[in-house]
């Protein structure tokens, strides 16, 4: 294993797999769903990471980029089989079952934030985990609530949670966008 930093200095750590061949749990709640770089040079983070490890990017509705391993969305199916036929139902952009990471540009009224890697862990309700880190111990940093997904079909219910020593993560389920939608009306 060894850690390293990009460029602009946001951090990563790499390692040699040996007889540890993959991560099988991932996607599930409780384990690694995602992971976003927060960058200020976009383009400079697309040449790197392009050279450092073969990824690609793909442009998605709204202006969002994501970053993208060829067949990686093949290697997923051998543990959640049928994972790229739901992706193609839920209406995902066309390579979206190779996405490994986001590309998040820092705002420039973020001034103090630093280049930084984001780590997403899959959980069965949102509210629930920020309410049980709160419990013991952590932070809520930013209180569960509702965001667009990059289908038309799903929207995700995401919480920002710091542990007890400071480390922050992202709390996150894929929510059908019609029970958000039904749990959001109101009656008349």
């Known amino acids: 294993m060894a850690v390293f930093t990009d460029p602009e200095g946001a951090a990563f750590c790499v390692w040699e797999a040996k007889e540890h061949k993959d991560a099988r749990l991932v996607n599930d709640p409780g384990s690694l769903v995602f992971n976003g770089l927060n960058t200020r040079d976009v383009e400079g983070a697309r040449s790197f990471y392009g050279s450092v490890f073969g990824w690609q990017t793909l442009a998605l509705d709204g202006g969002a980029e994501m970053w993208t391993l060829p067949g ?4 997923l199916e051998r543990y ?3 994972l790229n036929k739901q992706m193609a139902e839920a209406g995902a952009t066309e390579g979206f079952e190779d996405v490994v990471a986001s590309i998040n540009p820092i705002a420039d009224d973020q001034p103090d934030t630093p ?3 984001s780590v997403t862990f899959a959980v069965d309700d949102a509210d629930a985990a920020a309410a049980k880190a709160t419990e013991l111990g952590g932070k809520v940093i930013v209180p569960p609530f509702d965001a667009p997904w990059s289908t038309p079909t799903y929207t995700i219910r995401i919480t920002v949670i710091g542990d007890p020593q400071g480390a922050t ?3 996150s389920k894929f ?3 019609n029970r958000i939608s039904a749990a959001r009306r109101t009656p008349e």
Not at 72 to 75: N, P, T, V
């Open 169 to 171: 993560f992202i709390a």
């Open 80 to 82: 959640h089989p049928d």
């Open 175 to 177: 929510v059908p966008e």
């Open 115 to 117: 280049a930084h890697w």
């Open 72 to 75: 990686y969305g093949d290697y």
